[in-house]
């Protein structure tokens, strides 16, 4: 749900333009915060982690109209700036294979890096008082339910004058994604809590500082 599975034509020009502006803000910061950072080396993780997520949402669910996203994990693993680059990258790929129409690229992507951001500072929050699996599952959880809430709200306003009643969408679509969270929060944990095991430096959400030449 938290992805916007529509094709081109559906959304009104002027949230469009809002999307694509709001995703070049965010992405406009993402670069500055991350410009003191060694990209050039952590680009390997970032693309391993965008192929991740990418790898995930072509996996259905089952019986779940729902796939994964673990954008909560990629804001643990990349840290919030990161993981919203990498939202992007997932969000741009998926529209070249027309997984979602060009013109909506700005708003998933504000929806996606959004929720690594938000899954980020809510994993850190968790953290003061929770293990990292925890942590993890309860901010994936959190932000899921929050972005789906948000998508609901902007389908209900942006789509209000194309004859699209979302109340009817609602009450057969809410369970399945309620479900689908519940697994994705448990998917992130179980990751999170391997990556503790493992590699527990890859949950620092940052990258190594540049070096000085």
Request: charged share 10%; glycine share 14%.
């Amino acid at each position: 749900m938290s992805h916007l599975h529509l094709p081109d034509g559906v959304v009104p020009g002027p949230w469009l333009v809002a999307g694509y502006l709001g995703a070049a803000a965010l992405l406009a910061l993402a670069v500055l915060r991350l410009r003191r950072q060694d990209w050039v080396a952590a680009l390997p993780r970032l693309g391993g982690v965008a192929g991740m997520m990418l790898l995930a949402m072509s996996i259905p669910l089952g019986f779940l109209p729902y796939h994964l996203n673990l954008t909560v994990l990629a804001g643990v693993v990349l840290g919030p700036w990161g993981g919203a680059l990498a939202g992007f990258c997932v969000c741009l790929l998926l529209a070249l294979v027309g997984h979602g129409g060009i013109t909506v690229l700005g708003l998933n992507t504000l929806v996606l890096g959004g929720e690594a951001v938000v899954g980020w500072a809510l994993y850190r929050l968790a953290r003061l008082r929770l293990p990292p699996a925890l942590a993890a599952g309860l901010a994936t959880l959190v932000t899921l339910s929050l972005s789906m809430a948000a998508v609901v709200a902007f389908l209900a306003v942006a789509l209000s004058g194309t004859g699209f009643e979302i109340r009817r969408f609602l009450p057969l679509a809410l369970p399945f994604l309620g479900v689908g969270a519940v697994v994705e929060a448990g998917v992130v944990g179980a990751l999170t809590g391997f990556l503790g095991a493992v590699r527990p430096d890859l949950l620092e959400g940052r990258v190594p500082a540049r070096r000085p030449l």
